[in-house]
């Protein structure tokens, strides 16, 4: 039983190059703290992933459990204050973006990671054309003239399969179907050809049908560009059907993390098996559904000890006194299960019991 | 729920709903008595009839004329048995929500006839039309903002009874409210608190309590769970249907999360434009769906087993849902069909067992509002 220490064990990636050395993106220990009238609100509180070029690490957690923090801490785009980053490392191609200048995370910020807002209509500013915001990427990052820039625009759009895009590019967000507006966001992340691409929840206000639109096109284009891709979202039908990996978060730290085949057959902590059982299935009629009892934690005051010990059906003293560690996880003989990891005291009861 | 409120097998032998011309206002008596259901189902408690709502569009400011109508709800049939759940699927602006306005009477339909217990409600008004009200309740979606944040708990869940003070009288009203907030869950303590003190899924249980208070007969659930989260939702839906037992209520329970609808639903309705493309009951539907775009919507769900990613029988539907004001003629779903034909254009597909299934006692024997109906199981194809 070993400490996974800072770096969450690497999954072989499946579409990776075998070129790229090391993580494309590596988050440390990263604290976040937001100081309200209530208190301090320790959003996250020592998240550690790694995601390389190709591969899809999906973030799931329920809201408030800081999945969405990390990426605007990643991005650089959480409002400071109320927002403080006491300690943590985001490495990206080894270079720790905190300690950057802020013209040093311009360059990277659009050029090199990009990020897919969940709601299109309040993202897209209702004033300007698509096709200028499209364009926006290109005059501001590589100085192109306000022609070639639409003419790229259009282009865009055309990749992210907008019907008609020549004759759209002057249209308005509003004039845009949900779906639509998701693809141009799409096209907006993708302008500049990014290594990264961190997507929250992208398809959560979209109907089944334009999700799976969405998704397949998003999975195409991250093929395409051999992208990093970090999936954000709390639905675990979509982080079935295109992760690589998964990391479980909840009140701020990483519970669990998986490849994805794994994590769906054996999970390795009680939230996860909670979260699994929870949820009703379309292909067979469930009896009663399991519900996790009580509430996500008040982040002002996490419980002590493991912060899901109120909720857990199998808690004992231990965890209300010790924060359990993210510990790798093994087979009953002690053989590594690579990539797993699980932050439960009672792990080895929870996959094996 | 552990058990389907009525017997499956006897369902398929008597199908429900037999010929309803959804399309055909004329034949509206007819349809009724065909509708008449079996003895061991019992009288339908909410019979909905060719429901019809257009919105119309007007164009000018001082002299508006009206240009065209966004035809929301378009010729919607069903029925609503005592104690079953009655599920209603379909993507946004398929006109679910406008279905649940019509039922509670907050619009007012174009044309169809709903009858609760056999009295038409759509033309009721004044004192008649508030006493039915009283058996149909709603739960409405977004617990934040269909709670008034400066009523505490104990007045909002209180309020229908200063609109029907015969359910309880003025001295008891404390005393009943505490027990509506024990019977969902909540501490009775909690009577003067306000909204914002509680949590998404402790607010929609407010809801529910004030839903409950009138003692209703039908609960017009409109996409209660989809604002809460993961683990929060199953809680709720475990209550919806300890009460549903409790209380032998009827729910009508709109919702887009396919998974959530069957899990809670005897029946199934699936929406498209305005219409009703198919309807049976939840093994009818998900099992062996025959409309090619309730096939669509399912082969969509995304299922939580990454073993089932490369097998699945996805059908990906191109572009989005037309206008509502200007609806493709014939079948309105053939835009986004792969299956669609000459005569998909011309003649709208009514809302009845295909001709080719008629007679035959399997799953598939359920209506279908399609030409080319066909079985095809997307749920489980791996």
């Not at chain 2, 061991?40 to 009839?49: F, H, K």
């Not at chain 2, 009200?133 to 009874?161: A, C, H, K, W």
């Amino acid at each position: 039983m070993t400490i996974i220490d800072h770096t969450t064990a690497d999954v072989p990636s499946p579409h990776g190059s075998p070129e790229d050395s090391g993580p494309l993106l590596e988050v440390r220990d990263l604290h976040v703290e937001f100081h309200t009238r209530d208190g301090v609100a320790r959003a996250v509180n020592g998240v550690n992933y790694s995601v390389s070029s190709g591969e899809t690490l999906a973030v799931l957690g329920e809201s408030g459990s800081g999945k969405s923090v990390t990426a605007q801490a990643i991005m650089g785009i959480l409002d400071m204050p109320p927002g403080r980053i006491p300690q943590g490392e985001i490495l990206y191609r080894g270079r720790d973006m905190l300690t950057m200048s802020n013209e040093e995370r311009r360059l990277i910020r659009g050029q090199k990671i990009a990020m897919i807002f969940q709601d299109a209509l309040s993202s897209l500013n209702p004033v300007l054309s698509v096709g200028y915001q499209l364009g926006e990427m290109f005059r501001v990052h590589q100085g192109l003239s306000k022609k070639e820039a639409k003419a790229k625009a259009i282009e865009l759009m055309d990749r992210v399969r907008i019907p008609a895009a020549k004759d759209r590019v002057n249209d308005y967000p509003h004039q845009f179907s949900g779906g639509m507006r998701q693809r141009i966001m799409i096209a907006m992340a993708l302008a500049l050809e990014p290594d990264l691409i961190i997507a929250d929840e992208p398809t959560t206000a979209l109907d089944v049908t334009v999700q799976a639109q969405v998704m397949d096109l998003l999975a195409e284009l991250q093929r395409e560009y051999n992208m990093g891709l970090i999936l954000i979202t709390h639905d675990l039908g979509v982080v079935a059907d295109v992760a690589d990996k998964i990391a479980v978060m909840y009140a701020g730290r990483i519970v669990e993390t998986a490849p994805v085949h794994e994590l769906y057959k054996r999970p390795a902590h009680p939230y996860t098996r909670g979260l699994l059982d929870s949820i009703p299935r379309l292909d067979q009629k469930g009896q009663e559904l399991y519900a996790i009892k009580g509430l996500p934690p008040n982040l002002t005051r996490i419980p002590a000890g493991c912060a899901f010990n109120p909720r857990c059906p199998s808690a004992q003293d231990i965890c209300r006194t010790d924060i359990p560690a993210l510990l790798s996880v093994t087979e009953r003989d002690g053989t590594e299960l690579p990539g797993r990891g699980s932050a439960c005291h009672f792990w080895k009861e929870t996959i094996h019991g | 729920m552990a058990e389907p409120k009525r017997n499956d097998d006897s369902m398929d032998a008597t199908p429900n709903v037999t010929e309803v011309e959804t399309a055909d206002a004329a034949t509206v008596a007819e349809s009724v008595a065909a509708i008449e259901a079996p003895a061991q189902r019992g009288e339908p408690i909410l019979q909905v009839r060719n429901l019809v709502k257009h919105f119309p569009l007007t164009q000018g400011i001082l002299f508006k004329k009206q240009v065209g109508a966004v035809k929301a709800v378009d010729g919607v049939s069903f029925d609503l048995y005592q104690g079953e759940t009655l599920g209603i699927v379909g993507e946004s602006g398929c006109g679910k929500s406008t279905v649940a306005k019509l039922l509670m009477t907050l619009e007012q339909a174009t044309a169809g006839e709903v009858f609760f217990k056999g009295q038409d409600i759509t033309r009721l008004s004044g004192r008649a039309l508030k006493a039915v009200r009283r058996n149909i309740q709603m739960v409405f979606q977004d617990p934040y903002t269909s709670l008034n944040p400066r009523m505490t708990v104990g007045d909002i869940i209180g309020e229908p009874f200063d609109i029907h003070p015969e359910v309880a009288p003025k001295g008891d009203r404390r005393r009943k409210v505490q027990e509506l907030l024990d019977v969902v869950g909540l501490n009775p303590e909690y009577i003067n608190r306000y909204p914002h003190q509680f949590s998404g899924g402790q607010r929609q249980r407010i809801g529910i309590a004030r839903g409950l208070a009138l003692n209703p007969e039908i609960i017009i659930c409109d996409e209660p769970v989809s604002a809460l989260d993961v683990s929060v939702q199953a809680q709720v839906i475990n209550l919806m249907e300890k009460l549903q037992d409790e209380f032998n209520l009827s729910y009508i329970f709109i919702a887009h999360d396919l998974s959530i609808v069957r899990h809670i639903s005897d029946r199934v309705g699936v929406m498209y434009l305005g219409k009703i493309a198919e309807i049976g009951t939840d093994t009818q539907i998900y099992d062996h769906p025959t409309h090619p775009y309730t096939q669509a919507l399912l082969s969509a769900v995304p299922v939580p087993d990454p073993d089932a990613r490369e097998g699945r029988d996805r059908i990906i539907l191109s572009g989005d849902v037309p206008s509502p004001a200007n609806p493709p003629s014939g079948c309105r779903f053939r835009t986004r069909c792969w299956k669609a034909q000459d005569k998909c254009a011309t003649e709208v597909p009514l809302l009845a067992i295909p001709e080719r299934f008629k007679g035959t006692d399997g799953h598939t024997a359920h209506e279908s509002a399609c030409h080319f109906a066909e079985e095809r199981d997307v749920v489980h194809a791996a």
